[in-house]
């Protein structure tokens, strides 16, 4: 179902973009998804003729059949990347390929068509090469790009759909959380879990996070930022968290992650810091962490950081951790040398600062 579909883009731009002074405001302070850029990018599939209709447009609703199937059997994917401008002016995204192999992986776990890596960067590029003016330049700060797909065929029967539409919007975005780099807080939902073997836990399906909201309310109530999700099985070892992946670094310097086993979703930023952070010195094992030795190691201080990371995160440090049953810090719920040390790295690797060894930042304009 992919390949071949070398598009030609249409570009139509906005005919009443926002004016540069209202852009500034809303660029000073933009938060994290809540302020759009003028224009998206959508293109067409219908099964036998493939993708078809590419075009940049005015950012606009979608005028969607109340039958269109992803409203019903939640038939929908997205991706999460941000683009960062420098200070020649030059725009770069972080590992781009990686998020289109991604999508097409979720593409396939989702019955959907696969769009090519080539059609996906220059989705990316078109749009950002338009709202490149949207690009907030100060540290901490980027243009958030989140493309989607769903299935857009009118058809309450359940199946695959026979047509999509994919879709990239743009996001000025500053920190994930209103905390920014400021430790967060954890709550580790004792009912709800993500996703089972077999399921769609890999995906970057919405209906994962539509899964996980219960116990994200769980854990806002219970005054703490993410929730993190116990495996499915036993009920014992470390997933995720809602939105992010996380790592444990304890006092010898050995980082640990739990391993790709189908029910996490593969983080690009993940994989990063597990070559950055043995290039570093560190000692780095993917395999699986249980609660009880996450309690019992934060309390003996072996355990010395835990961090969250993605796209939205970066590199969040975990500073306290509750459950119904109680709550204990980590390191003092203070961030961490590793964690800050990490971030700093990355971020500098992003923005250009340092050097590009593994061929991660990819130049579009
Ligand atoms: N896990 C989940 C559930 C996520 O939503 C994300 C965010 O994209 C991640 C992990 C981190 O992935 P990445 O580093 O590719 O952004
Ligand atoms: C990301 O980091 O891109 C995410 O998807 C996390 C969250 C905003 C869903």
Known sequence: MSGGDKLDFEI???PAPVSAADRAALLANPGFGRVFTDHMVTIRYADGKGWYDARVEARAPIPMDPAAA???YAQEIFEGLKAYRGADGSVTLFRPDANALRFADSARRLAMPELSTETFVESLRRLVEIDREWIPEDEDSSLYLRPFMFASEVFLGVRPANEYLYCVIASPA???FASGVKPVTVWVSPDYTRAAPGGTGAAKCGGNYAASLAAQAEAIEAGCDQVVFLDAVERRFVDELGGMNVFFVYDDDTLV????TGTILP???RDAILTLAAESG????ERPVSFADWQADAASGRLREVFACGTAAVITPIGGVRFPDGEFLIGGGEPGRSTMALRQRLSDIQRGRADDRHGWVQRVL
């Open 282 to 285: 560190h000692r780095v094992e």
């Open 70 to 72: 992803v409203l019903h």
């Open 257 to 260: 992650t739990p391993p790709l």
């Open 12 to 14: 139509r731009p906005n």
């Open 267 to 269: 983080g690009i930023t």
């Open 174 to 176: 500053g920190a994930y």
